[in-house]
């Protein structure tokens, strides 16, 4: 059984052989461009004779020092590398370079990208059913949530999802979502009228019935918008938190565990149709292994226990609610399930049966670990996500 790989990259990189890579990328994707005006848009799932492997392009937002970077696509990139050989290979392009964070469904579309992040908390207007993913206090840890939402996807989300013209790769999900903040959040009294960064989507919905001003934005912009007094808090999991370093403006960590958020990765159509039935077969069950890597490896795990100490060791005060005071958020949020129920019920989508099948198999699987998990993605790939 294939493990959830470490990270291959050293932590402590220095700064000029990251700048190295990136000029590395930045001069490999200027040669890339010169040759898509010669001949044909970066292959595109196409060989340039059969000798040569089909190249699946990668594309992010985020710099190559994220751990969604280094705990995520690099692992996997060395994993389709050792199942597959030279069949099929993967090329990274970080930074920003090709598009921003809410674009991914655009370059998709568009043969920008083959693979990339695709998130409905930054489109939310285009989702109904699949913002359910989001719903408060519904998961026990993020390999659970990833299991959970890609099991339920075929079902449930699939048709929603697709009518992007794009493909599901995978989903990540992300650390359980607390806040931090420039004053200390120990009460919902203390929540009321602040303005707080949060996700698109139910997300934003849940922080604004517990009193704050919900600010939309992606989260590789929270460090300026926090640090200029925009927001006076930001609602992100922790290994976010660490990574986007937050630990330099806010005073206080309130651990809530409000909800985690379910991230989209897509593939493009086109880009995955060319390819031939055995590749498809083999790259559709790595897939899934990848559902599993961010979400044990960064998102949960030793690297969100470091995520952890680094926030504290900065001086951020560590603030646990009281039972009864998180019984009382608990309470606060009951409505919105409902209400989130009947608004899709409303509109004629099954909002109920997407609740309790999230609810019963969340529940199902509340207390599988993450090896557990892992074999369970490995021997038996969930089946319907992308059909072929």
């Not at 751990?67 to 995520?72: D, I």
């Not at 990274?92 to 579309?109: C, E, N, Q, R, T």
């Not at 909800?259 to 039935?277: E, G, H, I, S, V």
């Amino acid at each position: 059984m294939p493990a959830v790989y470490e990270d291959p990259m050293s932590e402590g990189q220095s700064i000029e052989d990251q700048a190295g890579d990136r000029d590395w990328t930045r001069r490999k994707l200027l040669m890339s461009a010169a040759g898509v005006a010669i001949a044909a848009p970066f292959l595109r799932g196409r060989r340039a004779s059969t000798e040569a492997p089909y190249i699946i392009r990668y594309t992010s937002h985020v710099p190559r020092s994220h751990g969604l970077y280094t705990e995520g696509f690099v692992p996997f990139q060395k994993l389709v590398e050792e199942e597959m050989g030279d069949r099929l290979r993967l090329e990274g392009y970080m930074d920003k370079l090709l598009h921003g964070p809410l674009d991914g469904f655009k370059a998709s579309v568009t043969g920008i990208s083959d693979y990339t992040h695709a998130y409905a908390g930054y489109q939310p207007g285009s989702f109904q059913l699949l913002h359910a993913l989001q719903l408060p206090f519904l998961f026990t840890s993020p390999p659970v949530a990833s299991l959970v939402a890609e099991e339920l996807y075929p079902k449930h989300f699939k048709a929603e999802y697709e009518r992007m013209g794009v493909y599901l790769a995978h989903y990540d999900t992300t650390s359980a979502y607390s806040i931090i903040s420039r004053r200390p959040v120990r009460t919902l009294e203390d929540m009321q009228g602040i303005k707080m960064r949060v996700t698109g989507g139910l997300t934003a919905q849940i922080f604004a019935e517990l009193g704050v001003v919900p600010v939309v934005m992606a989260a590789g912009e929270t460090y300026t918008a926090f640090q200029r007094g925009i927001l006076d808090a930001v609602a992100l999991g922790a290994s976010d938190m660490a990574t986007y370093r937050l630990y330099e403006i806010g005073n206080a960590f309130t651990r809530v565990d409000v909800n985690m958020l379910a991230l989209q990765y897509c593939l493009n159509r086109q880009t995955f149709d060319a390819l031939p039935p055995d590749i498809k077969y083999d790259f559709y069950r790595l897939l899934r292994i990848r559902s599993q890597m961010c979400s044990q490896n960064y998102y949960a795990g030793p690297r969100a226990d470091r995520a952890m100490e680094t926030i504290l060791d900065a001086g951020v005060e560590l603030i646990e609610l009281s039972e009864e005071e998180n019984q009382r958020w608990r309470q606060r949020l009951v409505p919105l399930k409902e209400r989130f129920i009947a608004e899709n019920e409303a509109l004629g989508l099954p909002a109920r049966e997407v609740v309790d099948d999230l609810e019963q198999v969340a529940a199902q699987y509340a207390n599988m670990t993450n090896a557990e998990i892992l074999q369970r993605v490995t021997d038996h790939p969930v089946e319907g996500i992308i059909d072929f």
